[in-house]
C-alpha cells in the first residue's frame, strides 16, 4: 500500500524543535545562573513554537486543525473504552484521546513560557516583565513557573508511555509517522502541500512580535524596585 503524507512539515518541525526546547530548558534551568542567558532565549522560542501551533491548528493542512483532532467528550470515551477491549480503531490524524496532547501542551507549556517573563531568581536573572507586576503577583508568577514544570513532565511521561504502547504493544508505527509525516493508509486523502511559504510568514510575523514584546515593550527596571 502507498504511504501518504499526512503531517506536514512545519507540524513536525514544531514537535520535535518543542520536544529539543524542553530538555534544554531543563538543563539549562538546572545549570543555574551563568546559563539564564540561554534558558532565556530558549523560553522565548518556546513561547514563539506556541503560538505558531494555535495558528496552526486554524490554518494549517487537514490534519493539523483543531477541527480534525477535537473531539466531544463522548466520543474520546467511546475510543478509550473500544481501545482497552483491545480493538484498533482507525484514525489517519490524531486519535480522540492522542489529539488532546494538543491543548494541554498549548495551555500548559504556554503557562510555563509566559510565567517565566516575570519570574527571577532573586540574584542576576529576571524575566523582561518581572517589574510590570507588584512583588506579591511576580512571587505567585514565579511561584507558578516552578510548579507548571512539573505537570509537564506528567503530561510528557504519559504522552511517551502512551506513543511506546502503540509502537510497541500494538505494532502501530506513530514515530516513524511523525519523522517522515507518512503513514499507510488507503483510506485516507494525502494533503498535499506542507503550505511552507505560509508556515513562513506566520513564523516571520511571531518572531517580528515577540521582539516587540521582548526587546521594545518590556518595562524598564525602577532602580528603587530593587531596593
Ligand atoms: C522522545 C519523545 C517523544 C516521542 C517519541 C513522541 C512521539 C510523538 C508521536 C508519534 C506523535 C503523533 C501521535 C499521533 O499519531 O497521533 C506525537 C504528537 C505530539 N507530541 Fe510527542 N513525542 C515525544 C515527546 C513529546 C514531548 C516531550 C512533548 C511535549 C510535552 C510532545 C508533544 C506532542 C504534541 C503537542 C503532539 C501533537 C503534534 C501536533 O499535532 O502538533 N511530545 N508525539
Ligand atoms: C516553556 C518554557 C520554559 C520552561 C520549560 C522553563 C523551565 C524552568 C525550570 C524547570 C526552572 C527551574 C525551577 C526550579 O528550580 O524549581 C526555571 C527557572 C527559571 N526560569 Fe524558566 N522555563 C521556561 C521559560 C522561561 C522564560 C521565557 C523565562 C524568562 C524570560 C524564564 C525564566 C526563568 C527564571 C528567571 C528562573 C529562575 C527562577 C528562580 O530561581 O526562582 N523561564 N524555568
Do not use: C
Amino acid at each position: 500500500m502507498q504511504k501518504k503524507l499526512i503531517w506536514d512539515l512545519p507540524l513536525r518541525l514544531f514537535h520535535w524543535l518543542l520536544v529539543l526546547a524542553l530538555v534544554s530548558q531543563w538543563i539549562t534551568a538546572e545549570l543555574g545562573s551563568e546559563y539564564m542567558d540561554y534558558h532565556f532565549y530558549i523560553g522565548y522560542f518556546i513561547l514563539g513554537l506556541i503560538i505558531f501551533r494555535l495558528i496552526w491548528g486554524l490554518v494549517g493542512p487537514k490534519y493539523a486543525r483543531f477541527s480534525n483532532f477535537l473531539y466531544p467528550p463522548k466520543a474520546i470515551w467511546q475510543y478509550l473504552r473500544s481501545f482497552l477491549q483491545a480493538q484498533n480503531p482507525h484514525f489517519t490524524g490524531h486519535n480522540p484521546l492522542g489529539g488532546l496532547i494538543v491543548p494541554a501542551v498549548i495551555l500548559i507549556v504556554g503557562a510555563q513560557a509566559v510565567t517565566g517573563l516575570f519570574a527571577s531568581d532573586d540574584v542576576l536573572a529576571s524575566g523582561p516583565y518581572m517589574s510590570a507586576v507588584s512583588s506579591e503577583t511576580q512571587g505567585w508568577l514565579d511561584g507558578l513557573h516552578h510548579k507548571i514544570f512539573n505537570v509537564i513532565l506528567a503530561i510528557a511521561g504519559i504522552h511517551i508511555v502512551a506513543i511506546a504502547w502503540y509502537q510497541f504493544g500494538r505494532k502501530i508505527p506513530l514515530v516513524g509517522a511523525m519523522i517522515t509525516g507518512k503513514k499507510t493508509d488507503a483510506a485516507q486523502s494525502s494533503i498535499g502541500s506542507s503550505r511552507l511559504l505560509l508556515a513562513l510568514i506566520i513564523a516571520i510575523i511571531i518572531a517580528a512580535f515577540l521582539y516587540w514584546l521582548i526587546a521594545v515593550a518590556a518595562p524598564v527596571p525602577e532602580m528603587d524596585y530593587y531596593f
